[in-house]
């Protein structure tokens, strides 16, 4: 399995960016997948989680109502649209996908594959 995370940039606090995961290498029909972040001098943190089957979605705390994450069964793509940024998202963002991953699909741990990266810097 093969993720490949693009969209990150530069963006002024309260703008906009939509991130994109592909995923290739074979069906993902148990999967879960997710976008994790990374602040400087930070730990790995959550950001949202996503069923390949069915419609549920998860959040953490810092970014429910600002971001929504999404897919396109048919593009095997993962999105994570994030709206009214903030200074503190600022980090590298992270896709990762795995089949045992739920129900503890905020840590890392259950995650068998990992994007390289794409860094979002919010300016404030």
């Known amino acids: 399995v093969q993720l490949q995370a693009s969209g990150g940039g530069l963006v002024q606090a309260g703008g906009s960016l939509r991130l994109s995961c592909a995923a290739s290498?074979?069906?993902?029909?148990?999967?879960?997948f997710s976008w994790f972040r990374q602040a400087p001098v930070k730990e790995r943190e959550f950001v949202a989680a996503?069923?390949?089957?069915?419609?549920?979605?998860y959040y953490a705390d810092s970014v429910k109502g600002r971001f929504t994450v999404s897919r396109d069964n048919a593009k095997n793509t993962v999105y994570l649209q994030m709206n009214s940024l903030k200074p503190e998202d600022t980090a590298v963002y992270y896709c990762?996908?795995?089949?045992?991953?739920?129900?503890?699909?905020?840590?890392?741990?259950?995650?068998?594959?990992w994007g390289q990266g794409t860094l979002v810097t919010v300016s404030s």
């Open positions: 990762a996908a795995g089949p045992r991953a739920y129900p503890l699909y905020y840590s890392e741990r259950h995650y068998d594959y």
């Open positions: 996503i069923m390949w089957l069915g419609d549920s979605t």
């Open positions: 290498g074979r069906t993902f029909s148990r999967y879960t």
